[in-house]
């Protein structure tokens, strides 16, 4: 998931972070804490590694000193705000091989781009360009993909092409993002008021979201909880 998934998916962006999505399980995080500690990683920031956080909906950070990953830094979360459980995130993901028995699965497009929906600047236009160069990639336009750009774009002009394409299913979904009333209409500038006032919508919604977990973190560091670890 994150920026490197954004890459794969092409809508390229430079990270030198590894975002990852995982079980919350004792067994999945003995696993990966032996795939960190080959990655001489460290934990650079509260909360600790414990699977209560991580349930909380926590990001725990670490930071890789293996000589082949130098200052590769690496966050983990096993729960997103509007986002799915892990379960049905791993029914839906997506294999990409770089060789034969070597590869990575992603978030599916779907869950990734509600995954970066939130307070943050940068997430939303790469959000655009997630779902544009889907729609620029794809040569035949299934009903399940024009049911998803709809749900998704944020391109007036891509939404508007769109809505006259399949002017039904934008009626229908109108009751769902009433946006696209604005695009049936053709009205561009009403659809550019609608994507922004839709954005600051979510971002608040996401800021109280993660208020309660801010707090916590916040409780930790005045406790005096060691701020960075070896794994």
Same mark, same amino acid.
């Given at each position: 998931?994150?920026g490197?998934?954004? $890459?794969?998916?092409? &809508?390229?962006? +430079?990270s030198? %972070?590894? %975002?990852i999505?995982?079980?919350?399980?004792q067994?999945?995080? /003995? *696993?990966l804490k032996?795939?960190?500690?080959e990655?001489?990683?460290?934990?650079?920031? =509260?909360?600790?590694?414990?699977?209560?956080?991580?349930?909380?909906?926590?990001?725990?950070?670490?930071?890789?000193?293996?000589?082949?990953?130098?200052?590769? #830094?690496?966050?983990?979360?096993? $729960?997103? !705000?509007? =986002?799915e459980s +892990?379960?049905r995130?791993?029914?839906?993901? $997506?294999r990409?091989?770089?060789?034969?028995?070597?590869?990575?699965d992603?978030l599916s *497009?779907?869950?990734l781009?509600?995954?970066?929906k939130?307070?943050? %600047?940068?997430?939303?236009?790469?959000?655009?360009? *997630? $779902?544009? &160069?889907?729609?620029?990639?794809?040569?035949?336009?299934?009903?399940? @993909?024009? #049911? +998803?750009?709809?749900?998704?774009?944020?391109?007036? !002009?891509?939404?508007?092409e769109?809505?006259?394409?399949?002017?039904?299913? &934008?009626?229908e979904?109108s009751?769902? #993002?009433?946006?696209l009333?604005?695009?049936? @209409?053709?009205?561009?500038?009403?659809?550019?008021?609608?994507l922004?006032?839709?954005q600051?919508? =979510?971002?608040?919604?996401?800021?109280?979201?993660? /208020?309660?977990?801010?707090?916590e973190?916040?409780?930790l560091?005045? &406790?005096?909880?060691?701020?960075?670890?070896?794994?």
């Amino acid at each position: 998931m994150g920026g490197q998934a954004c $890459v794969l998916y092409g &809508a390229a962006e +430079f990270s030198r %972070d590894t %975002d990852i999505a995982v079980l919350a399980s004792q067994k999945n995080l /003995e *696993l990966l804490k032996g795939a960190l500690q080959e990655l001489q990683a460290t934990r650079i920031a =509260v909360p600790p590694f414990e699977i209560a956080y991580l349930q909380k909906g926590h990001a725990v950070h670490f930071r890789s000193y293996h000589p082949e990953a130098e200052r590769i #830094r690496i966050d983990v979360m096993s $729960v997103m !705000r509007g =986002v799915e459980s +892990f379960e049905r995130l791993w029914e839906r993901r $997506v294999r990409v091989d770089f060789s034969p028995g070597e590869g990575v699965d992603l978030l599916s *497009l779907a869950d990734l781009v509600r995954s970066k929906k939130t307070q943050r %600047d940068k997430d939303w236009p790469m959000i655009r360009r *997630l $779902v544009e &160069a889907d729609y620029l990639s794809q040569k035949e336009h299934s009903a399940e @993909k024009v #049911r +998803f750009w709809l749900l998704e774009s944020r391109t007036p !002009r891509m939404l508007m092409e769109l809505a006259r394409q399949a002017q039904a299913l &934008a009626g229908e979904l109108s009751s769902v #993002r009433p946006l696209l009333v604005a695009a049936l @209409k053709g009205d561009e500038h009403a659809l550019e008021e609608g994507l922004a006032a839709e954005q600051q919508q =979510v971002r608040e919604i996401d800021r109280a979201y993660w /208020e309660p977990l801010r707090q916590e973190l916040e409780e930790l560091r005045r &406790a005096g909880y060691p701020p960075e670890e070896p794994v």
